[in-house]
């Protein structure tokens, strides 16, 4: 098994500058509308005196390991890559934040189709996808190699049909598609998923449910395999989430019965951590939480979620959801007011007991939603002047005396 810096959590060339601090807030980041009783976006950012990234070191190790491992594949050292993906697969491998390791080594064998697609460079893509059939070429036996190449022409089918205009797909992008996908299936069922104790190609395996004719027939027999293979894995549940929504393969009562299943399958390992997946999946699919969402077990199901790697990833995606329900709630007014109380406890859980940096890639809504945050826990403290510090394993305010 090659070891690389990423897989040992040390700081690459690549990542380096990315992990350092991005300084605090400027009160220019904010906005000056009022917050709460006279105090604005701008006074809140002034006063938080806690560490803000651009960039979270989950995703700049995430990062790390794909570039490390590209540079892998440029060099031509498609054995020692083999070994790797096998090995990180098998074992359940993880990276900080709960992202498995396995599919960020195949996405950076994948790298140099990635830039070629990019670049919409479709001659340098096709050259790239026959590079990568001649890995599989050379390695017939090998499940791992029939993965990369398998995954590579998802990417290659997926991309041709989003570059044509919504609602204007040729006949002749389609037909291409779907050739990409018919190649794909054919490698990926050669091997077995279980029989190979493969999350990897589970997840290859579910990735054509877009492109194949019966794809919404088999998603759930296809997302019960995955599921039994890796059921701690956040990817797995946020794939079928997106399938079970309106305009893909299912309904709203369709996706809450299927979320519901999720935690049924996997309740032993993660307890409800799967609901919170499939409504933070559907929050970004649609651009608004699901109407089905049961709020009080979906609470459970984030303190399960954060729980599950104790990342500040995770910490940071689960106050930006709490904020943004907040500020809804807020806006709804007195009809609200049960929800809001309810989304504040939740909020100020995470922001007193988990939250202990700021990541700005986590928060969408960037200023907005991060002042929201802060001055709903901590608005009276800020009025009397307190700072928002570090303290204990969340934040905390602090009067600074003079």
Known sequence: MLVTPSLMHVKTRAGRGQQEDAGLLRPAAGRGGELLEGLTAEQVLMRVDVPVLRQGAEKTEWQCIVDDHAAMAAAGEWPDLLEALRYTDQE????????????????????????????????????????????????????????????????????RRKTAPQGQLSREVWSEGAVHFERAETLVTIFDPIEEMSPLLAGTRYALIPGIEDGGSVCREWYEDWCDLDPENAAVHAAH????????????????????????????????????????????????????????????????????????????VAAHLLSGMAMGFRKDGADAAYQLTKTRAALSDVLWNRLREIQLDCWTRHSESLAFAMAEVFGPALKRGARIVRRGDGLGTLVRRT
Not at 93 to 110: C, K, T, W
Not at 296 to 311: I, K, N, P, R, S
């Open 92 to 159: 359940r491998i993880m990276a900080s934040g709960g992202h498995r390791v396995a599919p960020l080594i195949s996405e950076g064998m994948r790298a140099g189709l990635a830039a070629a697609i990019s670049r919409n460079d479709w001659t340098m893509a096709k050259a790239e996808l026959e590079v990568l059939e001649g890995l599989y070429d050379r390695n017939p036996e090998d499940y791992c190699a029939a993965q990369v190449v398998a995954q590579a022409h998802v990417d290659f089918a997926d991309a």
């Open 241 to 316: 989430a997106v399938n079970m929504l309106p305009g893909w393969h299912g309904s709203l009562s369709a996706f809450e019965r299927e979320a519901r299943r999720s935690v049924r399958l996997t309740e032993g390992v993660s307890g409800k951590a799967s609901y919170a997946v499939f409504h933070i999946a559907a929050a970004e699919a649609l651009g608004d939480l699901s109407p089905t969402l049961e709020m009080e077990y979906f609470f459970e199901a984030l303190q399960d979620y954060q729980a599950a790697t104790g990342c500040q990833h995770r910490a940071n």
